[in-house]
C-alpha cells in the first residue's frame, strides 16, 4: 500500500481559495497512490483563531466540493485534513473529512480533544464525540487530530472497534516537535499499529510549525520522515504486519484495565 502525506505550508499571503486549488493540484499529482493525507486546518492555518468564524464552512461547502474532485480525478482515498465546519445548528468544529476514490465522503471526525487552555480552539470550538473509523481495501484506519495524540486512551478506543492504520492530520508548532515524534512511535507501539502522522509548515500566525510528517510502524521503527518545509512524503507499507505483530507479539490480549470481561 502506497500513501503520500501532503506537508502543506500555510502562507498568509495566499488566499484561501488559491491554496484549494493548489492542494487539489498536488493530490492530483498523487495519482497511483491508495491513500492521500493532509494536515489540519490548512485552509486556515491552525493557530489562525481569528480567522476561524469568517474561514468557517459547511460540512458540504467549498473545501468539500474541491477535494471530493481532486480525489475522483486522482482515483485515490483521501484524507482531506481537517476544516473548520459551521454546524448550522451548532458551533464551530475541527473537522476532518476522507473521501474514497469515487469522490464520495466516507467519513467525518469532529475532534475531540481540543487545544488551548481555555483560549483559542478550546473555546472556539465544540467538541467531538464519536470515534470514528474508515474501511479502505487493505486497511481500516482510525481517525485523531493533532492534540488528539496526546490522549492515548482515544487511540486504544480506535484500535477497539477494529483500527489498525492511524492517520493524524495537525497543526504541531515547532516548539514542541520532540514531543511530535516521540508520541507518534508511542502510539504506535502500544497499540501495533501503522501511524501516518502528516504536520503543516510554514508558520500560523506566529506560531512555526514543526512540519516533519512521519509514518511509523507497529514496532514504532520510523519508516518515514519529512523535513521541516513544504513536501510531500510518499512510502509503502504492508498493512499485514499489523495483524502478523498483533500475533506473534500479541500484548493487546493481555490488557486488564478498560477491559469488559464476562463475570462468573
Not at 4 to 32: K, P
Not at 60 to 68: K, N
Request: proline content about 6%; overall charge negative; charged content about 25%.
Amino acid at each position: 500500500m502506497r500513501a503520500s502525506l501532503l506537508q502543506i505550508a500555510v502562507d498568509e499571503g495566499e488566499s484561501t481559495g488559491s491554496r484549494r486549488e493548489r492542494v487539489a493540484s498536488l493530490v492530483r499529482e498523487q495519482a497511483g497512490a491508495d491513500l492521500v493525507v493532509l494536515p489540519e486546518l490548512w485552509t486556515t492555518g491552525a493557530f489562525a483563531f481569528e480567522s476561524f468564524g469568517a474561514e468557517a464552512e459547511p460540512l458540504e461547502g467549498p473545501t468539500y466540493d474541491v477535494m471530493a474532485k481532486a480525489a475522483s480525478d486522482a482515483g485515490v482515498w483521501l484524507h482531506a485534513g481537517s476544516i473548520p465546519e459551521r454546524d448550522p445548528e451548532g458551533p464551530l468544529y475541527n473537522t476532518s473529512l476522507v473521501f474514497s476514490p469515487a469522490g464520495e465522503l466516507a467519513g467525518a471526525y469532529r475532534k475531540i480533544h481540543r487545544f488551548g487552555f481555555d483560549k483559542g480552539e478550546a473555546v472556539l470550538m465544540g467538541r467531538g464525540e464519536e470515534l470514528v473509523t474508515v474501511r479502505l481495501p487493505d486497511t481500516t484506519i482510525g481517525l485523531a487530530t493533532c492534540y488528539d495524540l496526546r490522549f492515548p486512551e482515544l487511540f486504544r478506543g480506535l484500535v477497539d472497534v477494529g483500527a489498525e492504520t492511524l492517520v493524524i492530520p495537525a497543526g504541531w508548532p515547532e516548539r514542541r516537535r520532540a514531543h511530535w515524534t516521540l508520541l507518534a512511535q508511542a502510539r504506535a507501539v502500544e497499540n501495533q499499529a501503522f501511524v501516518l502522522a502528516c504536520g503543516t509548515a510554514g508558520t500560523h500566525a506566529g506560531v512555526p510549525q514543526a512540519g516533519h510528517s512521519i509514518v511509523v510502524d507497529p514496532w514504532g521503527e520510523v519508516l518515514a520522515e519529512a523535513g521541516a518545509g513544504e513536501e510531500v512524503l510518499s512510502v509503502e507499507f504492508d498493512p499485514a504486519r499489523v495483524g502478523a505483530t498483533r500475533g506473534q507479539f500479541p500484548v493487546l490480549r493481555d490488557r486488564v484495565l478498560g477491559v469488559e470481561r464476562p463475570h462468573g
